[in-house]
Every structure is written in C-alpha cells, then in structure tokens.
C-alpha cells in the first residue's frame, strides 16, 4: 500500500530552469495538495484539487503551476525557478477534504 | 486571512508531560487537528477534535478546546525521546476543504 508517492525526492535546479514535480496517491482521494514548508513558516498552501480536471490557488501560488489530468496524479510546475523557491514540497492526499489527510515523504528542492 | 499560530520550540526531560499551544482565526471550523512530523518525513495525523467538544483523550494524549479563546492544546503525558518531532495544529478553512497550517511546534526531549 504505497500511499502518497512523490518524485524525485531532491532536486537542484539552476535559477531560470523549469522542473515538474510528481504527486501519485492509489487510495482513491478525490482531493489533492501541494503545500510548501519553510523553516518558521509551518506548511503553506500552493494549489489545491477538489477532483478530477480541477485545480484551484491556495496561499502562495504565483510562480507555480499545476494540472491534475488523471484522479490519482496532481502535478507541480516551476516553469522558472527563482531562489526563494527553495523550499521542501508536500503533496497530501485526502477522501473528502477533511479527515486524515495522507501526506507524501517531501520533495527538497534547493535553486542556485 | 485565517492565521493559526504556534510557539516555535519546546523542551521537556524525558517523563515529564509537554503542552503544545495553537490558537486559529477560523471560528466555523468542525474539527481541529494536530499532527506530527518526524525527522525526513511527512506530516501524519495524530489526533482531532470535534469542534462540539472541549476534550479529548487519546491514551497519552489529550486535546483541550477552549472555542471561546479560538485556543487549542496538545498534552503528552510521560513524554519519551521518541515524541521528539514537530508538532502542527491544523484549521480547516475555506468551505472546510483544506486545512491551514500553524508554524509547528519543534518538542525536543531530553534525558
């Protein structure tokens, strides 16, 4: 029961270069997350979906895009990356939006 | 906006209990919740209350509600070196349909 998988787990990106990061959930949510953790700052809301061919901002969107084709996969998009991106990248998965959110293992993304 | 904030760090010896502070904006939340991180990992859910409620026990732990302060509480009593994490209250905001971050508590425990 592999939960939420997220790829790659680290990444070093060049500023300007552009990445998408992966979000895979096989429990069936309808409801995805992107959030962003920096240190002091707690957990920050990028984007979100509430299903299939929705995605809607959250917190802190701009510089990031996001597409969610297929139920079980919720892409992330830095079409060019800054260094205030730096940042560690969770994608969470939930069945209704409220109880037990399942949260992947974190992305670490460092742009030089 | 909806804010939910915590203390940044806390430090306990190991047995004794730890209190983790939150307090949130959002006063129609149905549930509150706190979950945990560990180390390199993500968050997992460690317990919630119902907003109709102004306690609850889970074993080691018990979650008090005050909705007239908007002030939330994590007790963990007889605290172990394997509590060590980051501690994060949770508010559901915007319709209910996701959840709104405090900073995170960090609990370090010490022998």
């Known amino acids: 029961n592999a939960g939420v998988t997220q790829t790659p787990k680290f990444r070093v990106l060049k500023t300007g270069q552009s990445m998408t990061l992966l979000c895979a959930q096989d429990?069936?949510?309808?409801?995805m997350y992107w959030y962003r953790q920096d240190p002091g700052m707690g957990l920050r809301l990028i984007h979100y979906s509430v299903g299939e061919g929705t995605t809607a901002k959250g917190e802190v969107p701009d510089g990031y895009n996001v597409s969610r084709l297929k139920k079980q996969n919720f892409l992330l998009g830095l079409e060019s990356a800054a260094p205030s991106q730096t940042s560690v990248y969770f994608c969470?998965?939930?069945?209704?939006?409220?109880?037990?959110?399942?949260f992947g293992s974190g992305t670490r993304l460092t742009v030089v | 906006g909806e804010d939910v904030e915590q203390s940044l760090f806390l430090s306990v010896r190991e047995g004794d209990s730890s209190v983790i502070n939150c307090t949130y904006t959002?006063?129609?939340?149905?549930?509150l919740y706190w979950y945990k991180q560990e180390p390199g990992a993500g968050l997992q859910l460690l317990t919630y209350?119902?907003?109709?409620?102004d306690m609850k026990q889970d074993q080691r732990l018990t979650v008090l509600l005050n909705k007239k302060d908007k002030h939330l509480s994590l007790r963990i009593a007889d605290t172990q070196t394997g509590d060590s994490a980051i501690y994060f209250c949770?508010?559901?905001?915007?319709?209910?349909?996701?959840?709104?971050f405090g900073t995170g508590t960090q609990l370090k425990v010490e022998l």
């Open positions: 209350i119902f907003s109709n409620m």
């Open positions: 959002d006063s129609s939340s149905t549930y």
């Open positions: 969470a998965s939930s069945y209704d939006g409220i109880l037990g959110y399942t």
């Open positions: 429990m069936n949510h309808e409801y």
């Open positions: 949770a508010d559901p905001t915007g319709g209910g349909n996701k959840l709104t």
